[in-house]
C-alpha cells in the first residue's frame, strides 16, 4: 500500500509540475507573537516571550488539479501538516486526493483549533494530532452531504503496525438550520476511532456553540473524549469572548480535565489581540506537577 501511494504522488506530481509553475500561486496564514506563562502547579515559572507561531498556506489551482501545503511553526519548530493533490471531476461530484491528509473529523476542530488558519479563532491552547498519509475519495451526494473514503499509513495513531488504515467520513450542512453535523470511523488493525462533532451557529446573535464526542481504541486502551466550547462576537464592538471545557476520560486511569476561556480585541480586519487563561488537571492526581495551568497574551495577524 504504501508503495502504491508514493508511486501515486510521484505521479500526479510529475504531471502537475508544468501548470504549477505557470500557474498563480496564493500564499496566506497567520502569524502569533507574544507572552506565556503556563507552568506545573507548584513550580514557579517567570512570564516569558512565546516563540512565533506562524500557520503558513500555500495553494494553486490548474482547471481540475489544485494543491495545497501547509507549514507550520511553533517556537522554531516546523512541522509539514496537510500536503494534498486534488483532481476533481474524474465522475461527476468525485474528487481524488493524494497527500497527507486532515482525517478523521476530529483532527481539524474542537482539539485543534490553531489548525483553522483564520482569525476566527479565539481561544489559543491546542491539542493537535498527527495527519495521515494516503488516498482519499470525497463524493458530494447533494449541496447538504458529502462522504469521504480514505485509505492511509495510519500513522495519526502513533502506534507503529504497519496495516492500512480505512476511514469513513460523513460532512453535512443544513440539514437542519444553523446546524452542521460531521461524523467519522477510523480503523487500522485492532486500533478504532469514532467521532462526533456538531456545530451550532447563530450569526445573527454573535453565537457559536461547538460540541465533539470520541471514542478511542488504541493499543488495546479505550478512551471517550468529550469537549464543547462557546464563542460569542459582542455586537457593536470589536471585542469576543469564548469558553472551553473538555474531559479525557480512559476506561484505566483518571481523567484529565481542562478548561480554558479567552478573549479577543480586533485592532484592525487582520490584526487582533488574545488574551486566554488555560487550566489542566488530572483526577485523583498525587503527583500536582502534571497539572498546569497559566495565561497566553498573544498578537495574532493574518496574511
Known amino acids: 500500500m504504501k508503495k502504491l501511494l508514493s508511486f501515486l504522488v510521484a505521479i500526479l506530481m510529475i504531471a502537475l509540475m508544468t501548470p504549477v509553475v505557470k500557474a498563480a500561486i496564493s500564499v496566506n496564514g497567520h502569524l502569533s507573537v507574544g507572552l506565556d506563562m503556563v507552568e506545573p502547579e507548584g513550580i514557579n515559572q517567570d512570564v516569558a516571550f512565546s516563540g512565533p507561531r506562524a500557520n503558513i498556506n500555500i495553494s494553486n489551482q ?123 470511523y477510523y480503523s487500522q488493525d485492532k486500533d478504532n476511532i469514532m467521532d462526533l462533532y456538531a456545530t451550532y451557529n447563530l ?51 483518571n481523567n484529565t480535565n481542562l478548561m480554558a476561556i479567552g478573549a479577543n480585541y480586533k485592532l484592525a480586519d487582520q490584526t487582533k489581540v488574545q488574551l486566554e487563561y488555560m487550566n489542566q488537571e488530572l483526577d485523583n492526581n498525587i503527583d500536582d506537577t502534571t497539572d498546569s495551568s497559566g495565561l497566553n497574551l498573544l498578537v495574532c495577524t493574518a496574511f
Open 203 to 253: 450569526t445573527t446573535l454573535g453565537l457559536k456553540i461547538n460540541g465533539i464526542y470520541v471514542t478511542k481504541e488504541l493499543d488495546n486502551v479505550e478512551t471517550d473524549y468529550m469537549g464543547g466550547e462557546v464563542s460569542y462576537a459582542i455586537a457593536n464592538t470589536p471585542c469576543s469572548l469564548a469558553a472551553r471545557y473538555t474531559v479525557s476520560n480512559p476506561k484505566v486511569g
Open 62 to 184: 490548474v482547471g481540475d488539479v489544485s494543491t495545497k501545503v501547509e507549514v507550520r511553526i511553533n517556537g522554531g519548530v516546523y512541522s509539514l501538516r496537510e500536503a494534498v493533490v486534488s483532481l476533481s471531476n474524474l465522475m461527476p461530484n468525485l474528487t481524488v486526493k493524494v497527500g497527507q491528509l486532515s482525517l478523521p473529523v476530529e483532527e481539524n476542530i474542537v482539539v485543534s483549533v490553531d489548525n483553522a488558519n483564520n482569525m476566527d479563532n479565539i481561544l489559543i491552547s491546542s491539542d493537535s494530532g498527527r495527519l495521515d498519509a494516503g488516498l482519499a475519495l470525497d463524493y458530494k451526494v447533494n449541496d447538504q452531504i458529502t462522504t469521504t473514503l480514505a485509505f492511509t499509513n495510519g500513522q495519526r495513531t502513533g502506534i507503529n503496525t504497519g496495516k492500512t488504515a480505512l476511514c469513513l467520513k460523513v460532512a453535512t450542512s443544513g440539514l437542519m438550520p444553523n446546524l452542521t453535523l460531521d461524523g467519522s
